[in-house]
């Protein structure tokens, strides 16, 4: 089933490109991070298009729970421990921003935006709460430990962001889009320095942003190592509980709640995509249990792409690409991250300086526990010798049975039964047997 988003939005069509055109700027992918960049971009007067393969927020933004929000789990005690505190304020602060562009560009916009709470809760954990609060007083955030929650189960208690919000992205969307030189189905066949091949025609451009969830160059910036993914889902219930606020868990296996219209939005099942999960099993049985009057709407999955340290990348692609520039590994926090990438790289594609650009850094440190895990999983997907196998780089593909995919738990990319690309880095859409 499709989400809900859907089901009340009307996105805006864009004819295929016809021909060579030489512009400023070119962004590659239509999803909300590509559309931001464009639309960043054409405000400062700077020529601008975009290109998307299929059709613009035709993958992961199509599936976000929309949540706007600078609390992005239990982060900034982790992120206090790895980078230091003054970076770690720099996120904190390019998060906020974020949210308060946001809450400029939706005051002209018709995109059921509202201010909500969040609170990232622990079933059985005060001390990871107490740790995130001292972590957040540290940087002069004022969160605030709350223990009475509207959940139907207990908890240890939650950290609460005042303020943050929530929208329906493909409305807004919809709406950003409209003023943008955008070409659909036009596809990036190769690119080389200044130029970018196309199935419809070469684009020619000083500076080129790629935003194509996960990044499609294999032989600069590493990001086939530096880069997982996950895969999480969503069942949108009639009848379920009306909550005041947005409601995360800290342990990645857990779940989220948050209300869209008469909707209840609850999310979890996560899991690397490729290895076994429990798709909307485990949501279902939790539905039946804690709201048995509930009736299912819709459901669906997204896929996430995630970093080694938990913070995006977002800059120059590769130490010798230059004017070659990416925004990827949003951490399940697109909406906020994708603003945060979005400014950043229009300063950068304009030859400004941004105070975030260290902290985004795509050239900044690999060595972190998580690459030596995507390294095993890279090695072990070669090794496996079963087929079919992925046209990326080759690793041995999954089936799926919940989702009726085969998927790569390399790199993330999927395949209907059929062998069509579902999800990248592959570019092709037949699977080699």
């Known amino acids: 089933m499709n989400p809900i988003w859907l ?35 054409t405000q400062a007067g700077v020529d601008c298009v975009l ?23 239990l982060i900034y005690h ?23 562009r946001y809450r400029t560009l939706c005051q002209t916009i018709d995109c059921d935006f509202a201010e909500e709470d969040t609170f990232v809760y622990s079933a059985d954990d005060r001390k990871k709460l107490e740790q995130e609060l001292a972590a957040l007083d540290r940087l002069g955030f004022g969160a605030e430990l709350v223990t009475d929650l509207p959940l139907p189960f207990p908890v240890a208690g939650a950290v609460r962001f005042p303020r943050q919000a929530r929208f329906h992205p493909l409305k807004f969307a919809a709406a950003i889009a409209k003023g943008l030189r955008i070409f659909e189905h036009t596809k990036v066949l190769e690119l ?3 130029k970018a091949v196309t199935n ?51 342990n990645s296996k857990g779940l989220s709640f948050r209300n869209a219209g008469d909707f209840l939005l609850l999310g979890g099942g996560a899991h690397r995509t490729g290895k076994p999960g429990d798709g909307w099993r485990g949501l279902e049985r939790f539905a039946r249990r804690h709201y048995p009057e509930a009736r299912e ?50 300063d950068l594609a304009q030859g400004r300086k941004n105070p975030y650009a260290p902290l985004f850094s795509p ?54 039964e059929d062998g069509r690309l579902i999800n990248n880095p592959a570019a092709d859409d037949k699977q080699r047997i």
Not at 51 to 73: L, M, P
Not at 299 to 328: E, F, K, N
Not at 383 to 407: F, I, Q, V
């Open 363 to 416: 050239g900044r440190t690999v060595f972190r526990p998580q690459l030596a895990i995507n390294g095993w999983e890279s090695i072990v997907g070669l090794l496996t010798p079963t087929a079919p196998r992925c046209p990326h780089m080759g690793c041995a593909l999954k089936y799926n049975p919940a989702e009726h995919s085969w998927d790569c738990p390399c790199h993330g990319s999927r395949f209907e």
């Open 7 to 41: 089901e009340t939005a009307r996105l805006p069509q864009f004819d295929p490109l016809n021909g060579n055109l030489t512009t400023d700027v070119l962004v590659i992918g239509g999803g909300i991070a590509g559309l931001l960049c464009a639309y960043q971009l």
């Open 200 to 250: 419809h025609g070469t684009i020619t451009a000083e500076r080129t942003i790629i935003a194509t969830h996960f990044p499609m160059l294999n032989k600069h910036g590493g990001y086939f190592l530096k880069l997982y993914q996950h895969r999480s889902y969503v069942l949108a219930l009639e009848n379920g509980q009306k909550l005041n606020g947005m409601y995360v868990d800290e």
């Open 192 to 194: 080389a320095p200044g």
């Open 297 to 346: 709407a819709a459901r669906w999955a997204v896929q996430d792409c995630m970093t080694l340290d938990g913070v995006p990348y977002a800059g120059q692609y590769g130490t010798r690409t230059r004017g070659l520039y990416v925004a990827a590994g949003f951490n399940k926090w697109g909406m906020t991250s994708a603003m945060a990438a979005a400014a950043l790289l229009a």
């Open 51 to 73: 290109v998307e393969a299929s059709r613009i927020c035709g993958g992961t933004t199509r599936g976000t729970t929309a949540k706007i929000t600078a609390q992005h789990g």
């Open 78 to 100: 982790k992120l206090i421990q790895r980078f230091g505190a003054e970076k770690a304020r720099l996120y904190l602060e390019a998060n906020i921003a974020a949210l308060k």
